[in-house]
């Protein structure tokens, strides 16, 4: 292999594909060589950049989690005067806000938040996030009802039409 294939392997691997795969595919794109002695030199080549690559890779999960373990994100979430969530808190808005915190090193790719359920109740949830086979991040989300504020406050402010002198209309009737 010369670059990485999800689901087949990366870069420097010796894998075993059908023929046709490999004739059709692999190296007519260059993502594979057939195994010769003069490949093997390039395949040892392309391990020691493949080792390089992945502990950079790992470095840079490596402090990006230490910078998600730290976060704390406060999210509103709608609700009614009986407490229950209009909508829910996805990984995918989690992975927006997250971004908007941490700037570019933060896109983070919203399948690797591990949410089992959307967030739908309000109160502190850790969430799992996945930035390495061997680096997982805790981010504490805390929860809060958006809507339980401002009820109380819509109600105060505004005044019923019968209170302003305002009378309703009658309904109108259709003739034939």
Request: overall charge positive; charged content about 40%; aromatic content about 2%.
């Amino acid at each position: 292999m010369t670059e990485k294939i999800e689901h087949l392997g990366a870069e420097a691997d010796v894998v075993k594909v059908k023929r046709g795969y490999a004739r059709n595919f692999l190296v007519p794109r260059g993502k594979a060589l057939e195994v010769t002695p003069a490949t093997m030199k390039r395949i040892n080549l392309l391990k020691t950049k493949r080792a390089e690559r992945e502990a950079t890779e790992l470095n840079e999960a490596d402090e990006l989690a230490r910078r998600i373990n730290k976060l704390k994100l406060h999210m509103e979430l709608e609700t009614g005067e009986t407490g229950k969530a209009f909508g829910s808190i996805t990984s995918a808005d989690i992975a927006e806000r997250l971004k908007k915190e941490l700037g570019a090193k933060g896109d983070i790719d919203r399948h690797k938040i591990h949410l089992e359920k959307p967030i739908k109740e309000t109160g502190e949830h850790e969430v799992p996030i996945r930035l390495h086979s061997d680096v997982t991040a805790k981010l504490t989300i805390q929860v809060k009802a958006k809507g339980a504020e401002s009820a109380g406050r819509a109600e105060t402010v505004e005044a019923k039409p019968e209170e302003k002198g305002f009378k309703a209309r009658p309904k109108a009737r259709h003739v034939k």
